[in-house]
């Protein structure tokens, strides 16, 4: 295992709301008001590049983020589900699992663009009262 990097935000920090650990990653809940189930698979060890794994690691995280996709979709019914390994900010290897709707900030632009719309409080409201059944959801399915 790779110690942590000092400095590194992903290494000192859990990187939003743990909801699951599992034994290579956790899977947090980003705090972002205007995109409520947006999650992060965060791998533990300091790495900056997926090619950084093992082969077998690899597919390890590929099957979390699958995973949590599946659940994303199956508890937040978004529109889209966008993925995305950046690492630009923060090289520290991360997922982020972010349900999209047709009716959110950014649409159909990334979330990291400048906002198109100021989404309606009601559909925003409405997917912040998911997140209990997501958090159940998540714990759920690496429970198994």
């Not at 992903?10 to 939003?16: F, K, M, S, T, V």
């Not at 980003?30 to 997926?50: K, M, N, Q, S």
């Not at 990291?112 to 009262?129: F, Q």
Request: aromatic share 6%; proline share 8%.
């Amino acid at each position: 295992m790779t110690m942590p990097v000092s400095g590194c935000e992903l290494c000192d920090a859990d990187g939003g709301e743990v909801i699951v650990r599992t034994g290579q990653c956790r899977i947090v809940l980003v705090d972002d008001a205007r995109y409520p189930g947006f999650c992060r698979v965060i791998w533990t060890a300091h790495a900056a590049e997926l090619t950084d794994l093992s082969p077998v690691d690899r597919s390890g995280l590929m099957m979390t983020v699958c995973k949590v996709e599946t659940v994303l979709r199956e508890v937040m019914t978004p529109h889209k589900i966008n993925l995305a390994a950046l690492g630009n900010m923060v090289p520290h290897l991360h997922w982020h699992v972010i349900p999209r709707y047709r009716d959110d900030a950014h649409f159909p632009a990334p979330v990291w663009a400048e906002a198109a719309r100021v989404p309606a409080p009601t559909s925003l409201a409405a997917r912040l009262a998911l997140l209990p059944a997501l958090r159940l959801a998540l714990q759920r399915a690496f429970s198994a």
